[in-house]
């Protein structure tokens, strides 16, 4: 015996319908719904409402790039389609239940694949960077190099004091103070995901203050040294740089894997 509601199937001696309740009495021996209303093929004229399945596999499947979501889609979307044919048109929305179907299965085929390419590809990614970041830092201790050197043979002060010696902010035209021969960034001591230490050695005995007679000539106000050692270190490890290096008033850069490079690190090839 079919129910004349949802078209569910029960057995000719139930009283009421095991899928939706309704009274059997009165339905014995009736066949499907459209059947009861006036034959073959007549359609339900009762009121119609939208599978909340089928509504319920369209939000999953919007979601379909959150890999759960795609499957509840499937779940979802062919309960209610089997929901809809049994109900002999009391239920709508198969093309609602259909479109969270079609998104589910792609969420089902996609997400996967965007999955792997990403752990393919982020490694790969952050390799390039990190190597793009440790070649910038060995171009800027040449450049901190070229730069002591040419500050010591212009100002007749030793090398540098410091970086921002070397740097040009705050002077339109070169000075001992701000020689404006490297970049405000690498003066700052922070550039392309490496931080950069500067110490300068003074002679014996030598007060900071007090630069050489011919170096206050020319606008020095700090002593410069007899010798420099610069570090260049990620800012995090593992993730912005692999390698740290260093370099002195020799020119040479060295390079270590297993933290700061010292004096006594192998150089760079």
């Known amino acids: 015996m079919f129910c004349a509601l949802c078209a569910a199937d029960n057995p000719n001696d139930g009283r009421f319908c095991n899928k939706c309740g309704a009274v059997l ?3 014995r021996a009736m066949g499907p719904p459209g059947e009861a209303l006036g034959g073959p093929g ?20 919007l979601l379909f790039f959150l890999f759960p979501s795609a499957i509840a889609a499937i779940i979802l979307g062919h309960l209610s389609l089997s929901d809809i044919r049994k109900a002999g ?5 198969q093309g609602i239940a259909t479109t969270g179907l079609v998104l589910g299965y792609m969420g089902v085929a996609v997400v996967p694949l965007v999955l792997i390419v990403a752990a393919i590809a982020i490694p790969n990614l952050l390799r ?7 070649a910038s830092a060995v171009g800027s201790l040449r450049t901190i190099n070229t730069a002591a050197i040419a500050y010591r043979g212009t100002y007749s002060n030793g090398f540098p004091p410091g970086l921002a010696a070397l740097s040009g902010t705050g002077s339109a035209n070169g000075s001992c103070d701000h020689a404006q021969l ?3 960034s690498l003066a700052s001591g922070r550039k392309s995901g490496y931080t950069f230490s500067y110490i300068w050695t003074l002679p014996k005995g030598a007060d900071p203050q007090t630069p050489e007679p011919e170096a206050a000539t020319k606008g020095c106000t700090l002593r410069g040294g007899d010798s420099f050692e610069v570090n260049a270190d990620p800012i995090t490890m593992g993730t912005t740089g692999q390698r740290g290096f260093f370099t002195d008033q020799t020119g040479l850069i060295r390079v270590s894997v297993e933290g700061p490079a010292t004096a006594d690190s192998p150089p760079i090839r």
């Not at 007549?42 to 499947?61: F, N, Q, R, V």
């Not at 048109?89 to 929305?93: A, D, P, S, V, W």
């Not at 390039?128 to 440790?134: H, P, T």
């Open 128 to 134: 390039a960077k990190m190597a793009a970041n440790e």
């Open 42 to 61: 007549t359609p339900y004229a009762g009121a119609t409402e939208t599978s909340g399945k089928a509504i319920g596999s369209l939000i999953c499947g």
């Open 182 to 184: 490297i970049d405000p």
């Open 25 to 27: 009495q009165g339905q």
């Open 89 to 93: 048109g009391r239920l709508t929305g």
